[in-house]
């Protein structure tokens, strides 16, 4: 935990209210304060980054101060520029009558379940192969439930669809070839498949370039789940509050990533009573955030804990952010 801006990926995640925003706000903060250039990246379709630093943001990386840059993953814009690159990608490799169908089918996957948070997660991707490049930093906030999983599993997913493709082709091709044995006519541009032949291009030249393409895609998740599986690089961070919701939830959560070997550094407690909450309400409350915080102590007693106090006002400004972060750096 105290190497945590050493790495430079940093997943903050947790249930959907305990404070992931304000922690992974706070944490940027603090690391581009040390000098390092920090990229913060919300992934909530409910964005609230914005709100926390009191200023716009969206989905162009936006100056939030010194060394810190701030960006709001929009997943209609991006499932848009997705959609964009795969017509034009297909468009290359088909016969121009087929275009019209292609338009079709792409607009319809448009309004696909799964469109939006399969743009999204390519993107996710993009920024954390390439995050080296241009930050010393990189802190996602995810969604409630986070999209980490997933992104895990992409690889295995992308290689039976990108398998089956190609072996679909092959046997195109040679279907082709024993009509030709046959003497029977066939037409490259027939109707068998969306990815027919051209009259101007060499079916090799063709299948090599839709190899390169689903290669690529399949390489670059293969990348990003080797940098979040790699404990020098990534880490992990859940925050939660001392209910029991949130503590179920953590539960399941470190199962998961374990499962997938994913670093977890520690976790932040957050929103605890101050000790000097006065009053019978309070005094229930703290008895039984007590009895919380006991089980968190016994069920996560192998993860370093960070312990923040609930504020008396809402957080939002650099200055409360600030704050946070001073607090949760002294417990690192």
Known sequence: MHRLFDRRIVFVGGKGGVGKTTTAGAL?????????????????????????????????????????????????????????????????????????EIDRQLE?????PGTMEAALLERMADLMVDAKRRFDLLIFDTAPSGHTIRLLALPELMAAWSDGMLGYRDRSRKLGELLDLFGKQ?????EFGMIGGSMEEPDESRDGRIQ???????????????????????????????????????????????????????????????????GEFLRERRLQENE???????????LHRVYIELLPHDVHGVATLRKIGEVIVRQL
């Open 28 to 100: 940027a903060l603090m690391a581009a304060d040390t000098g390092r250039t920090t990229l913060l990246v919300s992934t909530d379709p409910a964005h609230s980054l914005g709100d926390v630093f009191d200023m716009p943001i969206g989905n162009e990386e936006t100056a939030l101060g010194p060394n810190l840059t701030g960006l709001e993953i929009d997943p209609e814009a991006e499932a848009e520029s997705h959609i964009a690159s795969v017509k034009m990608s297909m468009k290359s490799l088909v016969a121009p009558r087929m275009y019209q």
């Open 108 to 112: 319809l996957a448009r309004h696909s």
């Open 186 to 190: 066939h037409s490259k541009e027939d």
């Open 212 to 278: 390169e393409i689903l290669l690529k895609r399949r390489r670059k998740f293969h990348k990003a789940r080797e940098l979040l599986t790699d404990q020098e690089v990534t880490a992990f961070l859940l925050v939660l509050n001392a209910e029991r919701l949130p503590i179920l939830e953590s539960k399941k959560t470190l199962d998961l990533l374990a499962k997938f070997s994913v670093p977890v550094a520690g976790m932040i407690v957050n929103r605890l009573l101050p000790p000097d909450a006065e």
């Open 292 to 302: 919380y915080r006991d089980e968190i102590d016994q069920t996560f007693e192998h």
